[in-house]
């Protein structure tokens, strides 16, 4: 067993937290599919473990386990010759994550709707805006997540004004958005 691990067991062990001899396996089975189906002492010294160190709270009753559908889904454009109006999520949802990149000589402008269908570009109010620099990107990350009530949809176009309507050229812009 590493000599850091020893350590940590000892301090648990004067903390009253652990009440057995140090396992080798401790930690290897903190992770382990199976380390739940071991005896209730060895989930209680595991359980509190975690507790003194800050990983659950100590009221949790149990470890959560992330599953598939606690992560992000991805939506990915490569822009065709119009204002590319596209319908992301078509129900309330947050987004976490955008990368957009523009190879055009002229500045891009993505703009994001919150409805459930595709925006009538020019003409639904538009709730967020993000200029896209000719030969250039921009990368937006929120861990907080972006939060949209009704919908994430979004457009891009060549002008800045809410009621711009033009067209941008085809493979000019791509967009990657992780959303949930």
Sequence with gaps: MKSWIKIFL???TLQG??????????????????AYSRSVDDFTYKTQALRL?????SSSAAVLTPTIDQGLSQHRLISAATTNATV????QGNIYNIQAFNNGVAAAYLKFYNIATSPTVGTTTTVKVLML???????????AGIQ??????YSIVTNLVD???TAIAINQVAVNIDFR
């Design 10 to 12: 000892v301090l648990l």
């Design 17 to 34: 937290v652990a009440q057995a001899a140090p396992r080798d396996d401790f930690f290897t089975s903190l992770n382990s599919d199976t």
């Design 53 to 57: 160190l800050g990983i659950i709270s």
């Design 88 to 91: 992301v999520k078509a129900s």
């Design 133 to 143: 620099p000719p030969g250039g990107g921009l990368t937006v990350d929120s861990s």
């Design 148 to 153: 949209f009530a009704t919908g994430i949809s």
């Design 163 to 165: 009621t711009d309507a």
